[in-house]
């Protein structure tokens, strides 16, 4: 079984304080397309942790079974992330641009 899915990490501009993973759309490489994207959202990969250590792809049938709703997914990318946490309240800090923030923080309110 083959999947036309790549995948690679790296900083992006203005932002590198961590690197992120992209997808990559190998299914028309032989037409020279290649596509890029960020179909998981903008994600952490772990620190310490190389790319193949993070990702690992799976048929969908080795975890769903057939109570699924509709059709089931082909193929299931497990993913690490890396999140952060303030130890005494549990609230998730996002880390974005080099900066930290509360997660409730959206718009620049709590």
């Known amino acids: 079984m083959s999947i036309p899915i ?11 304080s961590s690197w992120k993973i992209q997808v990559l759309d190998l ?5 020279g397309v290649l596509k890029r994207d960020e179909r998981f959202g ?7 942790l190389n790319l193949q250590d ?7 049938t080795s975890m ?4 699924w709703p509709g059709t ?7 993913v ?9 309240t549990g609230e998730e800090i996002l880390w974005e641009h080099g900066e930290a923030k509360p997660a409730g923080d959206v718009h620049g309110k709590v």
Do not use: N
């Open 6 to 16: 790549g995948f690679v990490s790296g900083c992006i501009w203005g932002d590198d």
């Open 72 to 78: 089931p997914p082909r193929w299931i990318a497990q």
């Open 54 to 60: 993070v990702i690992q792809v799976l048929p969908g």
């Open 27 to 31: 299914s028309a490489i032989e037409k």
């Open 80 to 88: 690490a992330v890396q999140k952060w946490f303030d130890l005494e």
């Open 42 to 48: 903008y994600i952490h990969a772990p620190d310490k």
């Open 64 to 67: 769903i079974d057939s109570d």
